[in-house]
């Protein structure tokens, strides 16, 4: 059986390992990791699976913006990467993690805006996520517009820019 704890009760490198043998190492030419440079991802919605000692699964998720095109700028929250070890997927490790991390979410800034790049079979069938208001964000990087995904009720149904969040926006820590 998996328990969650906080991802820093893990080390960075497991992580890293776990990350690599999910995604590849070419991950990082990804979009969303894009979204990523730059700032440090949310400690309270972040989170690891463990099994007695091993590292089994992961979420980490990011402070990011929509960038409206009339200028407004609205805190969201990027969620993932969610990986689960390939020798444990289809237990449950990555629905808990996901819900842990959308629990979570209304105890930071940007929580009620929540986004990630990935399949719709599953993270609209397990969570409720959707391309409904995705259609006219603009991202650093190519993406399957069908697989941008966004969940909760701050979420932007307008055009813009998403972008790691700037440091002028309120922190997520500072919001809480
Ligand atoms: C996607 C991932 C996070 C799911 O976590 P998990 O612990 O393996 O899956 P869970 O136990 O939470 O859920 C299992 C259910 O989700 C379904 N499922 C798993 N991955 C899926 C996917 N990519 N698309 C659609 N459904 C998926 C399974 O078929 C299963 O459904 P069932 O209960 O009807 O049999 C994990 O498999 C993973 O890390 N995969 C590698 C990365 C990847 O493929 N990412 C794609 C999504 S961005």
Known sequence: ???LVPIRDVAPAAIETLLDAVFGHDRHDRTAYRLRAGVQPVA???WAAIEGQELVGSIQCWPVAHIG???ECRAMILVGPIAVSPARQHLGIGRAL???AIDEAATVCGGD???LIGDPDYYGRFFGFTAH???RWRLPGPFDPARL???GDGVPDASGVIAPAPPDLPSAAACS
């Open 149 to 151: 995904l966004a969940l």
């Open 98 to 100: 996901t819900r842990r």
């Open 1 to 3: 059986m998996f328990t």
């Open 113 to 115: 805006a929540l986004m």
């Open 69 to 71: 095109d009339r200028g």
């Open 44 to 46: 309270a919605l972040s």
């Open 133 to 135: 208001r995705t259609a």
